[in-house]
T-cell receptor, first 110, second 113 residues
Framework: RKEVEQDPGPFNVPEGATVAFNCTYS??????FFWYRQDCRKEPKLLMS???SGNEDGRFTAQLNRASQYISLLIRDSKLSDSATYLC???????????FGPGTRLSVLP | DAGVTQSPTHLIKTRGQQVTLRCSPK?????VSWYQQALGQGPQFIFQ???????QRGNFPDRFSGHQFPNYSSELNVNALLLGDSALYLC????????????FGDGTRLSIL
């Protein structure tokens, strides 16, 4: 099993829609998770850190389910500018480095 | 407040050559991690440097080596380049502890011909 897995998508949604991505992880001891946004041919940019049960920042909500070992990212009222690849990251099985999922591609359509 | 800076932006090399990529961390950060990102994939961890030592290494061959300097800047060296080394190389910095978020530079796009 890969350390961090994501649904690769793509997710094609209309403007204004609510969309949710899931990310599963294998390291049950991991305490920290992160969502990054990556635009085409650009570097990943930190969107949100998740240290406890969840985090909310405007239209973005991240939730952590430790029992099932997944974190989710919910985007409400999608904007065209939300179109990007969303990367989930957690601490690897050996507890020393970040492990990224393959990313979920989102396209918000007019 | 400068963020993470990487150089060069783009690089073209041929098989068998050697390359050195450079990274300056964000102000206040002392830990530097390097990643390789192939098209359509997530970043793959190469190694991490802290206090001028390699703290953790991913599943990359010894052709990949690095260094961290006293000012926390870092270099990634790749020897005997292969076609498969073509990728975006990302440097990320963070403040010490492993659970801190990492901040990425713009990356170096390496093409091997």
């Amino acid at each position: 099993r890969k350390e961090v897995e994501q649904d690769p998508g793509p997710f094609n949604v209309p403007e204004g829609a609510t969309v949710a991505f899931n990310c599963t992880y294998s390291n049950s001891a991991s305490q920290s998770f992160f969502w990054y946004r990556q635009d085409c041919r650009k570097e990943p940019k930190l969107l949100m850190s998740v240290y406890s049960s969840g985090n909310e920042d405007g239209r973005f909500t991240a939730q952590l389910n430790r029992a099932s070992q997944y974190i989710s990212l919910l985007i409400r009222d999608s904007k065209l500018s939300d179109s990007a690849t969303y990367l989930c990251a957690g601490i690897g099985d050996y507890g020393q480095n970040f492990v990224f999922g393959p990313g979920t591609r989102l396209s918000v359509l007019p | 407040d400068a963020g993470v800076t990487q150089s060069p932006t783009h690089l073209i090399k041929t098989r068998g050559q050697q390359v050195t990529l450079r990274c300056s961390p964000k102000s206040g950060h002392d830990t530097v991690s390097w990643y390789q990102q192939a098209l359509g994939q997530g970043p793959q961890f190469i190694f991490q440097y802290y206090e001028e030592e390699e703290r953790q290494r991913g599943n990359f061959p010894d052709r990949f080596s690095g260094h961290q300097f006293p000012n926390y800047s870092s270099e990634l060296n790749v020897n005997a380049l292969l076609l498969g080394d073509s990728a975006l190389y990302l440097c990320a910095s963070s403040a010490g502890q492993i659970n801190q978020p990492q901040h990425f530079g713009d990356g170096t796009r390496l093409s091997i011909l």
